[in-house]
Structures are given as structure tokens and as C-alpha cells.
């Protein structure tokens, strides 16, 4: 069964850093990898973005402020997170787009149960 499982958020103050992340398994391939966000009341939108050989996307909002990085060997997509803003708030998303392993080589699309980031003023 496909998972993708997210951990690391909490609360922090203004000017912290967290960093979250993601673990995938059942996957016999996993090709991009991203990070998505929704704050009460918004649409869900992309952080951050990683190919398969690592190069990387983000959203201008977060440029200079977040980094994006994957273990291959871990099956695992990291975010971390300095200089947060309370409007960095959010519930936070893995997205992955890869194989399932009971299902063939189809590329489909999975989310993660998201986790809760709180940025305090």
C-alpha cells in the first residue's frame, strides 16, 4: 500500500526554522516530489518542487527562505523551513507522483495526511 507520511511541524515564533518530513513507501519508482501548503480559508498551493535527479522548484514566496531536498535511498523528501513568517501557516502536503508496486509502472499521483505549521507573531 502506498504511503506517504509527513512529520515535523508544530509551532514556532517568527524568525524559526522547522524542517519536515516526508516518508514514502510501497512505491516501486517515485519520480517528482513536492511539498504543497493551505492555510484556513485558501487554496492548496506548491512550496516546493524535486525531480527525480534532484533539481528543484519553488515558489517565489518561499525563494531564499526554504530548501527542498530527497534521500533516494530513504525514500524520503525533506523541507526545511528557516525565517518563517506567521504567514507561512499552514497545513502542509507531500505530493509525489510515482509507481505503485501492486499496480504496474503507471505514474499516478498520491498526498500525504499533511502536518499542521504554526508560525506565532
Known amino acids: 500500500q502506498v504511503q506517504l507520511v509527513e512529520s515535523g511541524g508544530g509551532l514556532v515564533q517568527a524568525g524559526g526554522s522547522l524542517r519536515l518530513s516526508c516518508a514514502a513507501s510501497g512505491f516501486s519508482s517515485i519520480n517528482a516530489m513536492n511539498w504543497f501548503r493551505q492555510a484556513p480559508g485558501k487554496q492548496r498551493e506548491l512550496v516546493a518542487n524535486i525531480a527525480a535527479g534532484g533539481s528543484t522548484k519553488y515558489a517565489e514566496f518561499v525563494k531564499g527562505r526554504f530548501t527542498i531536498t530527497r534521500d533516494n535511498a530513504k525514500n524520503t523528501v525533506y523541507l526545511q523551513m528557516n525565517s518563517l513568517k506567521p504567514e507561512d501557516t499552514a497545513v502542509y502536503y507531500c505530493?509525489?507522483?510515482?509507481?505503485?508496486?501492486?499496480?504496474?509502472?503507471?505514474?499516478?499521483?498520491?498526498w500525504g495526511q499533511g502536518t499542521q505549521v504554526t508560525v506565532s507573531s
Open positions: 505530493n509525489a507522483w510515482g509507481a505503485d508496486q501492486r499496480l504496474g509502472p503507471e505514474l499516478r499521483n498520491y
